[in-house]
């Protein structure tokens, strides 16, 4: 089923957020696989990434954690566990 809501975007960017400074991402069967928090830190502002419960990282910018967790949440339907077996 196609999702026709708003314009058609690479998976990344469908993430919603939702209180501000959090983002959550869906999977295609339009469960919550992962999430996207801002957090305040010693070292500045960074985003929290975790794919279902657990933590997969930290980053800078809001397009790598998207980048990091869309990979994540592709990987999990591929055997071998990721693109090209990795």
């Known amino acids: 089923m196609r999702d026709?809501?708003?314009?058609r975007w690479h998976p990344?960017?469908?993430?919603?957020?939702?209180?501000p400074g959090h983002w959550?991402?869906?999977?295609?069967?339009?469960?919550v696989a992962g999430e996207i928090e801002l957090r305040r830190t010693e070292d500045g502002l960074?985003?929290?990434?975790?794919h279902r419960g657990e933590v997969i990282g930290w980053a800078v910018s809001l397009r790598i954690a998207t980048?990091?967790?869309?990979?994540?949440i592709?990987?999990?339907?591929?055997?071998g566990g990721g693109i090209n077996g990795r």
């Open 74 to 79: 592709i990987s999990e339907g591929v055997p």
């Open 4 to 7: 026709d809501v708003g314009p």
């Open 12 to 19: 990344q960017l469908l993430a919603h957020e939702s209180p």
């Open 67 to 72: 980048e990091r967790l869309h990979r994540r």
């Open 24 to 31: 959550a991402m869906l999977d295609s069967r339009h469960a």
């Open 46 to 50: 960074r985003y929290r990434v975790e």
